[in-house]
């Protein structure tokens, strides 16, 4: 089963509001999560990294004032997306290390579409 | 930074026959490689992985192998079902972090 969750799956918004993605290890712990972002018929690019208890680091061209991160607990991170516009649609995926020898387990992804 | 390349981009085989899915890297010092099987509208699944201190690993028709030397490694799908269709990534991790960088995908059909 999912060891990774994500909710919601597809959320429709309208331009100029925020929404919020969540992301939860099931059963485990995870003191790092990791963002990231799927264009249709393209790969998966890094966004951040998720790091309970502090400040998440954020890949280069990645805004952070428009793309909130909290890991405010071991076993859930927010991405808030913030002042959509319809170029910020896309499929978001969230990842997670677990076990001793960190197997990267994803989340089911959200699909985010801004009107 | 790291850099993951793959090949081909599409494939397509006739059911029963084997694919073979090819990707190198560039960061000696990626330690952890995982393949994941994407359908469509959903997230990654992981279907394999393999780490730095092991040359191949089998699990029922898929298996990976690894060569640090060349910096390559490669998925081999053997007995290809209908169902094996979908799009598949390499990834390799980034120096000492989780952080994955993914190849481009493969575009994979199992044709009847």
């Known amino acids: 089963g999912a060891v990774v969750s994500q909710h919601p799956s597809r959320v429709i918004c309208k331009s100029g509001t925020s929404v919020k993605i969540e992301c939860r290890s099931l059963?485990?712990?995870?003191?790092?999560m990791f963002w990231y972002r799927q264009f249709p018929k393209q790969s998966l690019m890094l966004m951040a990294t998720s790091n309970e208890g502090s400040k998440a680091t954020y890949e280069q061209g990645v805004e952070k004032d428009k793309f909130l991160i909290n890991h405010a607990s071991l076993t859930l991170s927010t991405l808030t997306v913030t002042s959509a516009h319809p170029e910020d649609s896309s499929f978001y995926i969230c990842?997670?290390?677990?076990?001793?020898?960190?197997?990267?387990?994803f989340g089911e992804g959200s699909w985010l579409t801004v009107v | 930074g790291e850099n993951v390349e793959q090949h081909p981009s599409t494939l397509s085989v006739q059911e029963g026959d084997s694919a073979v899915i090819k990707c190198t890297y560039s960061?000696?010092?990626?330690?952890?490689f995982p393949w994941y099987k994407q359908e469509l509208g959903k997230g990654p699944q992981l279907i394999i992985d393999?780490?730095?201190?092991?040359g191949e690993k089998k699990d029922q028709r898929i298996a990976v192998t690894l060569n640090k030397t060349a910096k390559h490694f490669s998925l081999h799908i053997t007995e290809t079902q209908p169902e094996d269709s979908a799009v598949y990534f390499c990834a390799a991790s980034v120096q000492g972090t989780d952080k994955l960088i993914f190849g481009t995908g493969t575009r994979l059909q199992v044709f009847p």
């Open positions: 059963d485990f712990q995870a003191t790092t």
């Open positions: 393999i780490r730095s201190n092991v």
């Open positions: 990842s997670a290390p677990q076990g001793t020898g960190n197997t990267i387990y």
């Open positions: 960061d000696s010092a990626s330690n952890y």
